[in-house]
């Protein structure tokens, strides 16, 4: 019930969408997932749409993307599970103009999503902001145990985030380079399909097309729905926050 509540909400959110745009919805969602779940450039989906009729210059699609794939993760984000209270978090390079601009990226130890957010620098005020925006919505779920590596910005934003009552007056923090294997073979599920060569060409443009990434794994990894999760099922879902039939057409 509380499933078919959200779905039929953001299908009434989805009119206005499309309004405008020369290609049928369905395409453009299509192209958009493409290039979030798989490591293909622009041009490689200029080519494959080509194959099936479609003249889509490589251009729009990077359009595409920059509009929707903040709109997916936003839609997505109300499907998350809550985390299990323990928590493990850490920050990994993404390379912007071809400067090393920093992730910060936190997932519970189940691996189930937290939240993330690209910052230009790695220092503490960029570690508070972070962990505002992973704690801020989420006051009655805050978690009682928190992992990080041995950087030296996370005691203060830990310190930080208890002192706006954020985090309970007194969470554990471990410092353990086992408990954070399972971060950091995240990092890699999200980043295989980025840019490997010279990375993102704007911050405005990282910042857009992570939120894609990052979406497109938490659907990947599901969302606790009963039954085989699948990429079929994976289609339905980002069709049903579309207000769409179907992704796949062609």
């Known amino acids: 019930m ?3 509540t959200i779905v039929e909400k953001l299908r009434r959110a989805s009119k206005e969408d499309f309004k405008g745009r020369q290609f049928e919805a369905w395409l ?3 192209a958009v997932t493409w290039y979030l779940r798989y490591p293909l450039s622009y041009r490689d989906l200029e080519e494959m749409f080509a194959e099936r009729g479609f003249a889509v210059d490589h251009s729009t699609i990077n359009r595409w993307v920059l509009t929707y794939a903040p709109l ?3 839609r997505l984000r109300r499907f ?4 299990c209270g323990s928590i493990r978090i850490d920050e990994t390079y993404v390379k912007v103009r071809g400067q090393w601009r920093y992730l910060y990226r936190a997932i519970d130890k189940h691996g189930n999503a937290v939240d993330f957010l690209l910052t230009a620098k790695r220092d503490a005020d960029a570690a508070k902001r972070f962990f505002r925006k992973m704690l801020k919505d989420e006051p009655l779920l805050s978690p ?3 992992g990080t590596d041995g ?5 203060t934003a830990i310190r930080s985030a208890v ?3 954020l985090l309970p007056l007194d969470p554990v923090h471990h410092v353990t380079k086992h408990l954070q294997q399972g971060i950091e073979s995240d990092h890699f599920r999200v980043k295989k399909a980025m840019p490997r060569i010279g990375g993102f060409r704007s911050f405005n443009t990282a910042r857009r097309t992570i939120k894609g990434f990052e979406a497109m794994l938490w ?3 599901g969302f606790g729905f009963a039954g085989e999760w699948t990429v079929h099922s994976q289609n339905d879902l980002l069709a049903q926050i579309f207000g769409l039939q179907k992704v796949n057409k062609a």
Do not use: W, Y
């Not at 950087?151 to 005691?155: G, I, K, R």
């Open 2 to 4: 509380i499933l078919n």
């Open 219 to 221: 659907l990947k990894k």
């Open 151 to 155: 950087a030296a910005p996370f005691p």
């Open 80 to 83: 998350r599970k809550p985390h």
């Open 28 to 30: 453009i969602v299509q």
């Open 163 to 165: 002192e706006d009552r």
């Open 144 to 146: 009682t145990s928190v």
């Open 72 to 74: 997916i993760e936003k």
